[in-house]
């Protein structure tokens, strides 16, 4: 048929997902989770919600699609609040744009083409292996940066990171909201990688973000800001690559919003009564957590490839063992969320009631 589009082998046969009682409350949780850790932590939340749904049974490139387009509508309201605030640079977002449209094409051409080759398991295999890769770096470089902080010390960029960000090959752009002045080689690399982890994962600011402060020298919110605005351009590019080959169930992401959405307000407002230093510390927990949780299941992959023999038994033990190490990753961060409000809520009363004293004092 003229103007069809043609859908690479393997995928009609996981287009769709039974949406039972227990699967969609299990969706709704999963965006809890997921939104109130974004909501405090800063992050899209897909470091998690992606693996988890995976655990339901969902395969890894349709949670992956889900992700994706429930982070477009997120980035969406994200971008203009920080744009209210003047933390968007939307020039440095517009020279990223085009790097960002390759890298986001380039993983989703990858991750279909590692499907109809490989099969299901195949392309869960390979996206635990880019959770692993990508958490495991994320957690050090934080744990190294809190250490570096509690011994006095002020975070840098690291040995590479340093040598990159002092790069300048011509043309030489500056960014006046970010107040930087970096090569556009460097800008449109880091544009790239942000787009290529989007389209694989689901979000990109594992990489975008900490690339923007430590190479190209963007203050923090600014790099969060502007992650936000290249996040609406990376989640439509997704949404839609995904969308045609039908690996998009509007389901899965419209049950995510529902559960994000109130786990987003819970967190933004912790964000605002707990330290900073505690965040980092709950956030490089978490992430390390779901990185062994991912790891624990490559041998299952690689069992449902055939390329190494594992019992039905140990095959059980192995998913058990993950999923503990990942469900229990989401609800110790949440415990932790809802116990640093309560203690900071606690601390408040005992202020208040001390200036309630202290004002009666005066008056007698």
Same mark, same amino acid.
């Given at each position: 048929?003229?103007?069809?589009?043609?859908?690479?082998?393997?995928?009609?046969?996981?287009?769709?997902?039974?949406?039972?009682?227990?699967?969609?409350?299990?969706?709704?949780?999963?965006?809890?989770?997921?939104?109130?850790? =974004?909501?405090?932590?800063?992050?899209?939340?897909?470091?998690?919600?992606?693996?988890?749904?995976?655990?339901?049974? /969902?395969?890894?490139? %349709?949670?992956?699609?889900?992700?994706?387009?429930?982070?477009?509508?997120?980035? #969406?309201?994200?971008?203009? &609040?920080?744009?209210?605030?003047?933390?968007?640079?939307?020039?440095?977002?517009?020279?990223?744009?085009?790097?960002?449209?390759?890298?986001?094409?380039?993983?989703?051409?990858? =991750?279909?083409?590692?499907?109809?080759?490989?099969?299901?398991?195949?392309?869960?295999?390979?996206?635990?292996?880019? +959770?692993?890769? #990508?958490?495991?770096?994320?957690?050090? +470089?934080? $744990?190294?940066?809190?250490?570096?902080?509690?011994?006095?010390?002020?975070?840098?960029?690291?040995?590479?990171?340093?040598?990159?960000? &002092?790069?300048?090959?011509?043309?030489? /752009?500056?960014?006046?909201?970010?107040?930087?002045?970096?090569?556009?080689?460097?800008?449109?690399?880091?544009?790239?990688?942000?787009?290529?982890?989007?389209? @694989?994962?689901?979000?990109?600011?594992?990489?975008?973000?900490?690339?923007?402060?430590?190479?190209?020298?963007?203050?923090?919110?600014?790099?969060?800001?502007?992650?936000?605005?290249?996040? #609406?351009?990376?989640? %439509?590019?997704?949404?839609?690559?995904?969308?045609?080959?039908?690996?998009?169930?509007?389901?899965?992401?419209?049950?995510? $919003?529902?559960? =994000?959405?109130?786990?987003? @307000?819970?967190?933004?407002?912790?964000?605002?009564?707990?330290?900073? =230093?505690?965040? &980092?510390?709950? %956030?490089?927990?978490?992430?390390?957590?779901?990185?062994?949780?991912?790891?624990?299941?490559?041998?299952?992959?690689?069992?449902?490839?055939?390329?190494?023999?594992?019992?039905?038994?140990?095959?059980?033990?192995?998913?058990?063992?993950?999923?503990?190490?990942?469900?229990?990753?989401?609800?110790?961060?949440?415990?932790?969320?809802?116990?640093?409000?309560?203690?900071?809520?606690?601390?408040?009363?005992?202020?208040?009631?001390?200036?309630?004293?202290?004002?009666?004092?005066?008056?007698?």
């Amino acid at each position: 048929m003229a103007g069809a589009v043609e859908i690479p082998a393997g995928v009609e046969a996981i287009k769709f997902i039974a949406m039972t009682p227990k699967m969609a409350f299990s969706l709704v949780g999963i965006g809890f989770v997921g939104g109130m850790l =974004s909501g405090f932590l800063g992050s899209g939340g897909a470091f998690i919600m992606t693996p988890a749904m995976m655990s339901l049974g /969902i395969p890894g490139i %349709m949670a992956v699609a889900a992700n994706i387009t429930h982070k477009f509508g997120k980035a #969406i309201m994200g971008s203009k &609040k920080h744009g209210e605030y003047g933390n968007v640079d939307k020039r440095m977002g517009l020279v990223m744009f085009i790097a960002l449209f390759i890298g986001v094409k380039l993983a989703v051409t990858l =991750s279909k083409s590692i499907l109809a080759k490989a099969g299901t398991a195949g392309s869960n295999l390979y996206i635990s292996l880019m +959770f692993v890769g #990508i958490l495991t770096w994320v957690a050090w +470089f934080m $744990y190294r940066d809190i250490k570096r902080a509690a011994a006095g010390g002020v975070p840098s960029r690291g040995g590479l990171a340093d040598k990159i960000g &002092k790069l300048n090959i011509p043309p030489m /752009i500056h960014f006046k909201v970010a107040g930087v002045r970096c090569s556009l080689w460097l800008a449109l690399l880091v544009g790239l990688a942000t787009g290529f982890l989007a389209g @694989t994962i689901g979000v990109g600011g594992f990489i975008g973000v900490p690339a923007m402060i430590y190479l190209l020298g963007v203050p923090t919110y600014v790099a969060a800001g502007t992650e936000l605005f290249l996040a #609406i351009f990376s989640g %439509m590019q997704g949404a839609y690559l995904y969308a045609i080959s039908g690996l998009v169930d509007l389901r899965i992401t419209l049950l995510l $919003y529902v559960g =994000s959405l109130v786990g987003l @307000t819970i967190g933004a407002v912790g964000t605002r009564v707990v330290r900073g =230093s505690q965040i &980092k510390l709950a %956030m490089v927990c978490i992430i390390a957590m779901v990185a062994v949780s991912r790891a624990m299941m490559v041998p299952k992959y690689l069992a449902d490839m055939k390329i190494i023999v594992l019992s039905n038994q140990a095959g059980n033990w192995v998913t058990i063992a993950s999923n503990i190490f990942l469900y229990g990753s989401g609800l110790i961060g949440c415990a932790l969320i809802i116990y640093w409000m309560f203690q900071a809520w606690q601390r408040a009363r005992k202020v208040e009631a001390g200036a309630v004293r202290t004002g009666a004092v005066v008056e007698n």
